[in-house]
């Protein structure tokens, strides 16, 4: 006969392990949203400074057209 053991798992153990796996499953959505916002962020970031780009080149062309018109 051979001396066959099994494992004796408890309640509280199981809820335990239960507990881990979802923690570890929130982390993992957690890390995924936030990769998502640091992408949403650097996209908006590339938007404003092409919008500051665009505001200084119309104050420079301003600039420089009314120099020419100053000038003989």
């Known amino acids: 006969m051979a001396d ?23 982390f993992a959505q957690l890390n995924t949203q936030l990769g998502k916002i640091e992408v949403m962020m650097e996209r908006l970031e590339r938007r404003l400074w092409l919008t500051v780009y665009g505001v200084v080149g119309v104050i420079l062309a301003q600039a420089f057209q009314s120099i020419l018109t100053v000038s003989p």
Do not use: W, Y
């Open 4 to 26: 066959v053991r099994e494992t004796f798992e408890c309640g509280p153990s199981l809820r335990i392990d239960a507990q881990e796996r979802m923690s570890a499953l929130q």
